[in-house]
């Protein structure tokens, strides 16, 4: 779900969460969804980020989440904020297990 999201100068970036910025760092808020063109709301998710070959989970992040799909939507700030956390992680809360699976 979580991208590596460095927000310097883009304009906005789609990808599979989507990061929202301007040139001038203003933040655009999402109404309507890229993809579904449904409604967001303000939400907390849960934000996958990698730590090299590590995969780790980032809890109630604000986000914008669409109501219809699902998608969710980060400003610049939160995007930042997580780049952060990425350079510098903190000692975990938890560690849960995670399958892996081969695509056949």
């Not at 910025?21 to 967001?40: E, F, H, N, P, W």
């Amino acid at each position: 779900m979580f991208l590596s999201c460095t927000v310097k100068s883009v304009e906005f970036c789609l990808n599979r969460n989507h990061v929202l910025s301007s040139a001038k760092g203003l933040i655009k808020m999402v109404t309507r969804c890229y993809l579904c063109g449904g409604k967001t709301v303000r939400s907390l998710v849960t934000a996958e980020n990698w730590w090299g070959d590590k995969l780790a989970l980032v809890e109630n992040v604000p986000a914008w989440v669409c109501e219809e799909c699902g998608e969710a939507y980060f400003d610049a700030e939160t995007c930042r904020q997580l780049d952060r956390l990425r350079e510098t992680p903190p000692p975990a809360q938890r560690t849960v297990e995670v399958p892996v699976y081969a695509f056949s």
